[in-house]
Each structure stands twice: as C-alpha cells, then as structure tokens.
C-alpha cells in the first residue's frame, strides 16, 4: 500500500524576504497557495508591464530628440557647447 503524502506548503515568499514564507496548503499541482496563485500569475501582468515600459522608452526618446533639435538650432545660430 502506497502512503499518501502530505500536501505541500505554499512557497510564496512575498515582495521581500523579510517576510517569510506562507504556510497554507498548496493548490493540488501547483506551487503556491489559492491566495497566493492569484497574485503571481495575474493575467495580463507582463504584457501591461511590457506597453508601459515601452511607453517610458518612447517619452524619452521624444524628449532626446527634441533636445537634439534644439542644440542643433543653437549651433546653428553660432552658439557653442
């Protein structure tokens, strides 16, 4: 006869480490606890995060490119840097 295993605890440490470790049950088959399999697998987390920074990267890029323009009107007008 075959003994059944206890069920693991949830391996959630949180945002940091100082926190500790969930001690709830595990969902059957995964890593990590119902509470806690929410929050780290939120649909569509990466992809938001991913169009964010991309957005940032474009301002910025804007940004330096109006700079660019700028010194390069100045120099234009005989102004040194």
Not at 36 to 58: E, M
Request: charged share 25%; with cysteine; aromatic share 8%.
């Amino acid at each position: 006869m075959i003994a059944k295993q206890p069920a693991p605890k949830c391996t959630y440490i949180g945002p940091t480490a100082t926190q500790g470790t969930c001690s709830k049950l595990c969902i059957e088959g995964r890593s990590y606890c119902a509470e806690h399999y929410s929050i780290v697998y939120q649909k569509g987390t990466a992809n938001r995060k991913r169009k964010k920074d991309i957005k940032r990267a474009n301002a910025v890029w804007d940004f330096e490119s109006e700079i660019n323009s700028i010194v390069e009107e100045l120099e234009g007008e005989g102004l040194t840097f």
